[in-house]
């Protein structure tokens, strides 16, 4: 058995965990991120085919957290970010026959066919109403009390599955939409508080969180290949298995700032069995990992943290090399899960990044299943291929459906579900953190899903790590 000392181990190779180890080395720690799967970045990874490029994971991310801008920057010549052009700002809203686009603004919202007269009387109330008492209030209970049914069903349900391929009837809007619960609880209103908000003074650091939806020129594993230089290939070990954590039973000898016996991770590296002891272990991973990586926390603990739903989604990466369908002059359609289509959204890559197709040509990303349609992502591909003719021909004006590209992806554990267990998993992770000193769970199954909350974790993991440098 090989035996290792690190300041600090970090499991898992995802865009978490690599931005723990990039901060950290700035720090002068001495670290290692172990990962079981072959690759970094966990399921952020960029291909290339036929003059296309397309992703295989997250399309892109919004620059919703300053942090991520500063990542970038901080990496400087290695990777490069790409702002999408103007085409992003614009949503498109399936109803009935017809793509619609999603209002922008209050004049939008009351033209708009997507809403029924009922409601816009509503949303001209909004400003008026009191704010919510319910901290557990489900977005579909704060939106209809706020905005009315419709407003659900065609603005915020097509505005979750594109975010969580959720149901806004299961996310609570405390966890899972955090900025929108507190501008209610702060300003008492939407409107008024996006307005009053509008109009308060930015430092330079938080306008660099300005909302703008972005990838990396070439791909997202730029960005991946980028931190892993930067922290150093020997510091990631890859196709790490078997990853298990248990205390030490005696001191460490080497690190043992934070006056604890520290930890044992061990797994199977190559042909070998190693042994690594570190005061410190951050985990990165899913929460269905967590009881088997961690096997010494109370069984009950475990079901806490666990207790998360995960949408399961599968994503269709689909090129032409000419396109002869309707113009795609927006960031993509999503579809209402009132219309019950087969899918639940479309994204135009090609028409709001550069170089993801060949010229005149067309790349697209379809998505099926999320919460109220698992069963969609167990379709054999002749079947997804058959309901992805129908619908993109329907949904685009193509005189057929003949890709030059079609690459189908399923994840079990795609996006997870910030609902009313958030509390209780929460707690659990708090106190887990101060029975177990130098334990660290971080990951996704807290503090949001996208890469910006991503980045903006792993780097205030890493610098508030409490250890001696």
Not at 92 to 97: A, R, V
Not at 439 to 465: F, H, P, V, W, Y
Request: with cysteine.
């Amino acid at each position: 058995m090989k035996r290792v000392e690190k300041q600090v181990v970090i499991i898992g190779a995802g865009i978490t965990g690599l931005t723990v180890g990039f901060y950290l080395k700035k720090r002068g720690i001495d670290f290692v991120i172990v990962d079981k799967s072959s690759q970094k970045g966990g399921v952020i990874s960029t291909h290339r085919e036929q003059g296309f490029v397309y992703e295989t994971g997250p399309n892109t991310g919004v620059l919703s957290q300053p942090q991520t801008r500063e990542l970038i920057d901080e990496l400087g010549d290695l990777c490069e970010l790409e702002i999408a052009n103007a085409a992003a700002k614009k949503r498109w809203i399936w109803k009935g026959s017809a793509w619609q686009p999603m209002p922008s603004g209050f004049k939008a919202a009351i033209n708009t066919p997507l809403f029924t007269t009922k409601d816009k009387i509503r949303i001209l109330g909004e400003p008026f109403r009191s704010r919510g008492t319910n901290p557990d209030e489900t977005l579909a209970e704060l939106v209809i009390r706020r905005m009315g049914k419709s407003f659900l069903n065609y603005a915020v349900d097509p505005f979750i599955l594109g975010i969580y391929s959720g149901d806004p009837s299961y996310l609570v809007t405390r966890y899972a939409m955090p900025k929108l619960y507190n501008l209610e609880q702060k300003y008492g209103s939407f409107i008024g508080g996006a307005i009053r908000k509008g109009f308060e003074k930015k430092d330079e650091h938080a306008r660099k969180a300005s909302g703008d939806v972005f990838s990396i020129k070439g791909g997202i594993s730029n960005l991946i290949q980028a931190l892993s230089k930067r922290i150093g290939e020997e510091n990631i070990l890859l196709n790490f298995s078997n990853a298990v954590v248990n205390p030490c039973n005696e001191g460490l000898k080497k690190y043992n700032q934070n006056n604890n016996n520290g930890y044992l991770t061990r797994g199977i590296y190559g042909d070998e069995e190693v042994e690594i002891s570190s005061p410190y272990v951050i985990t990165t991973s899913g929460s269905h990992e967590l009881g088997q990586i961690l096997p010494f926390i109370r069984e009950s603990d475990a079901k806490s943290v666990d207790n998360l739903l995960y949408a399961r989604v599968l994503q269709a990466s689909i090129g032409f090399s000419k396109w002869d369908g309707i113009p795609l002059d927006a960031f993509g359609g999503l579809v209402p899960f009132i219309e019950k289509r087969d899918v639940l959204g479309i994204l135009f890559l090609s028409s709001f990044l550069t170089g993801r197709a060949p010229e005149n040509g067309a790349l697209l990303s379809v998505f099926m299943g999320g919460v109220r349609r698992p069963e969609m992502v167990d379709l054999p591909d002749e079947e997804i291929k058959a309901i992805l003719a129908r619908e993109v021909t329907d949904m685009t004006g193509l005189r057929e459906f003949k890709p030059d590209l079609l690459k189908i992806t399923r994840y079990e554990h795609a996006i997870p579900q910030y609902g009313l267990s958030t509390g209780e998993r929460l707690e659990t992770v708090n106190r887990l953190q101060k029975q177990f000193p130098g334990l660290i769970i971080g990951g996704n199954l807290r503090n949001g899903i996208g890469m910006s909350d991503r980045i903006k974790q792993g780097r205030e993991i890493a610098e508030t790590l409490g250890v001696g440098e």
